[in-house]
């Protein structure tokens, strides 16, 4: 009896943790990425079958991240006044909002209204990204952040693993404007979980001394997040478009989504203590080289065995290259007096490269595998410096 009292009144501790602590990213942040799967990949894929032009797709990302450098400012400011929690939180139903823009577009064509998504698109994308982000950096422990970044990179790809095939399965039997619909929904579920969580407000201060203080101090860090970059930008957006065009078969895409979710979750298991006890460097440059290899491989990849095989090589080391470097940029940003304004710094460089990146695929447009290419030159040049 005594030891059940005694269990009783540990429940409430442990639920008051559960609110105070990590443990609200991580399950935002996993039903965030499920619905994110399960929309994410089919988007540029969505555009292309409801009729705009493959250059029209490309420049409405074009807008989107040049917006996204301009709101990460803003986003901070936000997170000053609102707290950072209630900042993503907030960005959530307005994510609702953008996908029954991004539906609307079916019936209306109009490019002022896909562009105008893009920058609303962005705007939302602000909101999520720099307060997570900010979080994760003030809330991770020192000493087992590989572990924890581990975690939060697995259970993404956890909701990662059925919800691109979920996502191509719906559409093909349902349509997107369901798939559309179901998202919606679920999404629902991380606004309550963030709305009951504790909050922490920064001091978000901008200076342009600071900014290049940052750039000067921590370049190889910086450059080597601006060169990854290009790979999220070719993994996020131009691989699916790829395998879309050469397979002409949505569930493919779907099924590419998968496995890369698979790949990730696997090598995410063991790879996390491997970080542990061994240089961040060496296996950032070791990650990187193999990652080279990979986009350079995909630029003659054709056929579907060979596409799905590639994406789950290339997904096992994104990850060992992903959590070394995520490790490496909280830890620096936690030596850093201004914690939060370097993450934001961080996050703007990130998309100033995936600018590049896209403006560089719009000009060779014609001969879109020519940017894995680039992808694999990028990760290269990681890997000597």
């Known amino acids: 009896m005594h030891s059940n009292h005694r269990n009783y009144l540990h429940i409430p501790h442990q639920l008051r943790k559960f609110k105070e602590g990590i443990y609200p990213l991580y399950v935002a942040h996993t039903i965030r990425g499920f619905v994110s799967s399960l929309i994410g990949f089919f988007i540029p894929i969505y555009f292309l079958t409801i009729g705009f032009s493959l250059p029209t797709i490309l420049w409405f990302f074009a807008v989107y991240y040049y917006f996204v450098i301009l709101f990460s400012i803003l986003a901070g400011g936000i997170g000053n006044k609102l707290g950072l929690k209630h ?86 039997y349902f349509g997107f404007e369901f798939l559309f619909i179901l998202a919606i929904i679920i999404l629902i579920v991380p606004i309550i979980i963030l709305i009951n969580s504790k909050d922490i407000h920064p001091h978000i201060n901008f200076s342009f001394k600071d900014l290049l203080s940052f750039f000067k101090k921590h370049t190889r860090l910086f450059l080597t997040i601006m060169l990854d970059s290009f790979g999220t930008f070719s993994e996020e957006i131009l691989w699916p478009l790829f395998v879309y065009l050469v397979l002409l078969d949505t569930m493919a895409v779907g099924i590419v989504g998968s496995l890369v979710g698979i790949g990730t979750i696997i090598f995410t298991l063991f790879i996390s203590k491997i970080i542990a006890k061994h240089s961040h460097h060496l296996i950032i440059r070791i990650s990187a080289f193999m990652l080279a290899t990979s986009w350079m491989l995909k630029t003659f990849t054709n056929q579907k065995i060979s596409i799905y095989a590639i994406s789950v090589i290339a997904a096992m080391f994104a990850i060992m290259f992903s959590i070394p470097l995520a490790d490496t940029v909280y830890k620096t940003a936690k030596e850093n007096k201004n914690l939060d304004e370097f993450i934001v710094f961080k996050q703007m460089l990130a998309y100033l490269a995936r600018l590049i990146a896209v403006l560089l695929t719009i000009l060779i447009i014609s001969k879109l595998n020519l940017s894995f290419i680039f992808t694999g030159l990028s990760y290269l040049l990681i890997s000597i410096f």
């Not at 109009?110 to 994308?125: E, H, P, T, V």
């Not at 809330?139 to 059925?162: H, P, T």
């Open 87 to 172: 900042t993503m939180m907030i960005s959530l139903p307005l994510f609702l909002v953008y996908l029954l823009g991004i539906m609307s577009l079916k019936e209306n064509h109009s490019l002022f209204l896909l562009y105008s998504l893009s920058i609303f698109g962005a705007f939302i994308s602000s909101l999520y990204w720099v307060p997570l982000y900010t979080l994760f950096a003030r809330l991770s422990s020192n000493k087992n952040s590989s572990s924890q970044i581990g975690m939060l990179f697995s259970l993404r790809s956890l909701a990662s693993i059925i919800a691109p095939v979920l996502g191509g399965l719906i559409s093909v």
